[in-house]
């Protein structure tokens, strides 16, 4: 019996392996990091805030005002090579407004 020539086996051994079927997992998408972050407001006056006010008027050292802090992750997609940062709704916080710069009403959320 004669041995193949070792470019021919090698040749076969890759043609078997491409054609082995792929296991892809739906949607394919992979959590890598994740890390709280607080939510901002924008003002005119005073630039971003991390706070909003629930009631139209503001009145520092009252339980009115409100934080957020929202979760992001980095997500990767094993199917296409893809990352994507999501970001959940976080956690509301009722806060005591503080004395510096007014803040911005709340937005509804939903």
Do not use: H
């Not at 990091?33 to 971003?48: K, N, Y």
């Not at 957020?68 to 094993?78: E, L, P, R, S, Y």
């Amino acid at each position: 019996m004669r041995a193949a020539p070792l470019a021919a086996v090698v040749l076969l051994a890759t043609v078997a392996f491409a054609q082995r079927p792929q296991v892809v997992v739906p949607g394919g998408w992979v959590t890598t990091s994740c890390w709280i972050e607080p939510r901002w407001f924008d003002t005119l006056r005073s630039g971003p805030i991390d706070y909003c006010k629930k009631s139209l008027r503001y009145r520092p050292g009252k339980l009115d005002c409100l934080a957020f802090t929202d979760q992001v992750c980095w997500a990767f997609n094993q199917v296409t090579g893809e990352y994507q940062q999501l970001r959940s709704n976080g956690i509301e916080s009722l806060i005591i407004c503080p004395a510096g710069p007014e803040a911005p009403t709340c937005p509804r959320m939903r």
